[in-house]
């Protein structure tokens, strides 16, 4: 006897697309063979996506939820940033072609996000930290741009092959963050 398959939630579909990437890469993602390898018609998936930039946008939020759920607690905000950039490079790491998702995914034109909340949930962990809103969105946004840039570097298969031959990948990621991080300063910048 044939077990039936478990609903169509958003939770499974982004599960099942991320299989898909795993298997294809981003590429290879398409709403039509998702729909067959979650055995529905494509039609049922625009149950709980709008369209595949919603998809996209909200497997972005997945992998930068696991990264804000790795981050450790801390005392100190540089020691926060350091936790921060160590998870989200693991975040980007834990998904093929994860970094480029991130990189290349856009808001869906049909969702309108409260601006102000989203800002406040991004912030809030440095804010309970001691920074101001402002500092923390900007050191946050200056984390993510090198982590970024540094997880699409690294996962550069030829470039990756040829420069692991000269340099350490995590020591010198580690470098450049501790670096970056250090540079922060509290308080308005002085002229």
């Given at each position: 006897m044939a077990r039936p398959k478990p609903m169509l939630d958003t939770a499974r579909l982004i599960s099942a697309a991320f299989q898909q990437i795993e298997e294809d890469g981003l590429d290879g993602l398409s709403m039509r063979r998702l729909a067959t390898r979650l055995g529905?018609?494509?039609?049922?998936?625009?149950?709980?996506?709008?369209?595949?930039?919603?998809?996209?946008?909200?497997?972005?939020?997945?992998i930068y939820r696991r990264a804000y759920d790795a981050a450790l607690s801390q005392s100190?905000?540089?020691?926060?940033?350091?936790?921060?950039?160590?998870?989200?490079?693991?975040?980007?790491?834990g998904c093929r072609d994860g970094a480029r998702l991130c990189a290349s995914a856009s808001l869906p034109k049909n969702r309108e996000p409260d601006v102000a909340a989203r800002a406040n949930s991004i912030a809030a962990p440095l804010i309970a930290l001691g920074l101001e809103q402002k500092e923390a969105l900007s050191f946050q946004a200056s984390v993510i741009s090198f982590t970024l840039g540094w997880a699409s570097f690294e996962a550069n298969g030829p470039m990756h092959d040829y420069l692991d031959e000269m340099l350490n990948f995590d020591e010198s990621f580690e470098a450049g963050l501790a670096a970056l991080v250090k540079g922060f300063t509290q308080g308005p910048p002085s002229p």
């Open positions: 529905v018609q494509a039609p049922a998936l625009y149950w709980h996506v709008g369209d595949k930039a919603e998809l996209l946008a909200l497997m972005v939020r997945e100190d905000w540089r020691a926060w940033l350091l936790d921060f950039g160590r998870a989200l490079r693991a975040a980007f790491a």
